[in-house]
């Protein structure tokens, strides 16, 4: 069975978590600017190696403004588990 690797980047906005770029396998790597407004960025990874399967969450980079961040955080959660 082949292995699979595949990721999202999630941007925390005060509009919400906002999709960033992303690689799915079979399809070319999607790059997209980080918006200007965000305050936090997680990259959400799914890796399948046939024989286990493994997801995680890494956070890439956030805002100095920690107030900010947290009341984001509250509103609206933790960034997706998908792709």
């Known amino acids: ?7 999202t980047e999630w941007h925390l906005t005060p509009a919400g978590w906002i999709r960033g770029s992303e690689r799915t396998d ?5 790059i997209k600017e980080p918006p200007t407004d965000r305050v936090l960025t997680v990259t ?3 890796e399948n190696s046939g ?5 995680s969450h890494s956070e890439d980079w956030r805002s100095e ?13 933790p960034a997706p588990a998908q792709l």
């Open 51 to 55: 024989y286990s399967a493994h997801q």
């Open 44 to 46: 959400y990874t799914d």
């Open 26 to 30: 079979f399809s070319k790597t999607t």
């Open 1 to 7: 069975m082949s292995a699979s690797y595949e990721w």
């Open 65 to 77: 403004d920690a107030d900010s961040v947290a009341a984001l955080l509250e509103q609206y959660g």
